[in-house]
């Protein structure tokens, strides 16, 4: 039986789509099952994990299926079914030579009927896309393996772990390319399909994103953005769900795979939000989009995270302040490297903000720049100099110099006789020039008035040394009894003792 079964197969050198790497126009890449693997990098030293575990099925009982082309249209339907069901089998991938021939016959099985939904115009029945849910349900609901998730190192900016690539992925990448034309295909009626495309499976399939293999996530990303489009009654749990994986991320575990494409999808979600903003979407902004800033892993998904941020700012202007604060709030203090990316983010928001709004948040936002310029980390130091750069924020600094000059020229005059990096210095020197061509009273005023604070400072540490002095001399002459701590110090001069007498 499988010999006439197999005969009517086409042969592997046949055009398959699946030769090499190939686009299908999906935004899904179509690949061998070591297709992301660089050229230069032999297979066998490919990082693998095992796929999730499913039961290794025998499909003996399996009747052959014919092509589409051997059918009338009036069976198509029932043909795409009953391949649906076929497809339902699940095999082992963690032994590459066990049922070659039945994963071949599952992978030809998969082609035809991607090849179907391109194709046909008509409605699918509501048979058929239950049994699709089904089907790409039973394929990609997993539970990963504990060791997947033991040996992360919590995702950070150094972690240089290749990625680990899903052995089961031939199969996988064909039901996810399936599922995303079934999806898009004008063929499908999105109030039958919300039906079975439910709220449970569209958790299911946020829950994959993960998933360690980069190709799996690019896939979910595709696909819950066609699914957000299609079903609309699906889009405020949508947006539950994925707060809900924010939160766990932020507040919980700390690590998370898929931030990174999550945050890329609600970009374009964000985008398209209408105005006036509901209040759900700013407590969006408030409650997951800034407190996605305290993460020590911030880097890898900063881009998608500022892209969301600035699409909140041209959707309303107002909320300037409140980000900027919220900004501050999370600002790093012992990682430089997160600073530098945090002074970044603040420039292309200033670049958005407007004059009344910058005027609430001035105030601590350039206490805090006043700090990073006087930081030892030149790179903290010389992003923060930067600033002064951009001309939309040099305006906004030039209406409200009477603020801002007091708080940042203290700074200014701390680096040019303190700092140590050469192109820190002349960075400082060139914002002290333009302060003093945007108003030489003002600055001068403010010079004077460091000098000041810097005197009364200097007498104030001078006189606290005094007194640890004496502290010290009237704790060396008294008695030791019992455990109580001795000071060895210099010896005291007895004009020292007689004015503590």
């Not at 030293?45 to 051997?70: H, Q, T, W, Y």
């Not at 009626?189 to 799996?216: M, Q, T, W, Y």
């Not at 903000?353 to 030892?376: D, G, N, Y």
């Not at 790179?379 to 600094?397: G, K, P, Y």
Request: charged fraction near 20%; include cysteine; hydrophobic fraction near 40%.
């Amino acid at each position: 039986m499988w010999k006439q079964f197999l005969s009517k197969l086409p042969r592997k050198s046949s055009a398959s789509g699946d030769s090499g790497q190939c686009s299908n126009g999906t935004g899904i890449q179509r690949t061998a099952s070591l297709g992301s693997v660089p050229p230069s990098r032999p297979a066998s030293a490919i990082r693998r994990m095992s796929s999730a575990v499913f039961p290794s099925s025998v499909v003996a009982g399996i009747e052959p299926l014919v092509s589409f082309k051997d059918v009338p249209n009036s069976e198509k339907q029932n043909l795409f079914v009953s391949k649906l069901s076929l497809c339902c089998v699940v095999f082992d991938f963690s032994d590459p030579n066990k049922s070659s021939v039945e994963k071949d016959i599952k992978r030809q099985a998969l082609l035809d009927l991607i090849e179907f939904v391109e194709s046909t115009s008509a409605r699918f029945s509501e048979a058929a896309i239950a049994a699709c849910a089904r089907m790409c349900a039973i394929n990609l609901f997993r539970a990963f393996p504990p060791n997947y998730r033991s040996g992360s190192s919590g995702g950070g900016e150094g972690d240089e772990d290749e990625p680990m690539f899903d052995p089961a992925w031939c199969h996988l990448q064909l039901v996810y390319e399936l599922l995303l034309k079934f999806i898009g295909s004008s063929s499908l009626d999105a109030k039958v399909g919300k039906k079975h495309f439910d709220h449970s499976f569209i958790v299911k399939l946020l829950n994959l994103l993960d998933s360690e293999d980069p190709r799996e996530r690019d896939c979910l990303k595709t696909i819950l953005h066609r699914i957000y489009g299609k079903f609309m009654v699906h889009r405020p749990s949508i947006r539950k769900a994925v707060s809900n994986i924010f939160y766990q991320f932020v507040f919980e575990t700390d690590r998370h795979n898929g931030i990174a494409e999550l945050l890329e999808v609600f970009g374009s979600v964000i985008s398209g939000f209408a105005l006036p903003l509901k209040e759900e979407h700013k407590i969006f902004l408030w409650r997951v989009l800034i407190p996605l800033h305290k993460p020590k892993s911030v880097g890898l998904y900063l881009q998608q995270l500022t892209y969301c941020v600035t699409q909140f700012l041209e959707k309303d202007p107002k909320l300037a302040s409140s980000i900027i604060v919220g900004l501050l709030k999370y600002w790093p203090i012992t990682n430089c490297q997160k600073e530098v990316m945090f002074l970044s983010e603040i420039e292309e928001i200033l670049e958005s903000t407007s004059q009344a709004e910058f005027q609430k948040c001035m105030v601590p936002l350039f206490r805090r720049i006043a700090h990073c310029i006087t930081s030892s980390h030149f790179q903290v130091a010389e992003r923060a100099l930067f600033v002064w750069n951009n001309d939309h924020i040099v305006s906004l600094i030039a209406q409200n110099r009477q603020v801002i000059m007091p708080l940042i020229v203290p700074a200014l005059e701390h680096n040019i006789q303190n700092h140590w990096n050469q192109a820190v210095l002349n960075l400082t020197l060139n914002v002290k020039k333009m302060f003093s061509e945007m108003d030489q009273d003002l600055i001068s005023s403010c010079l004077a008035k460091y000098k000041e604070d810097e005197e009364k400072r200097v007498s104030l540490e001078v006189k606290r040394k005094l007194t640890w002095e004496k502290l010290e001399s009237a704790a060396a002459f008294q008695p030791v009894t019992g455990h109580t701590a001795v000071l060895v110090g210099h010896q005291p001069s007895a004009n020292m003792i007689a004015t503590l007498i």
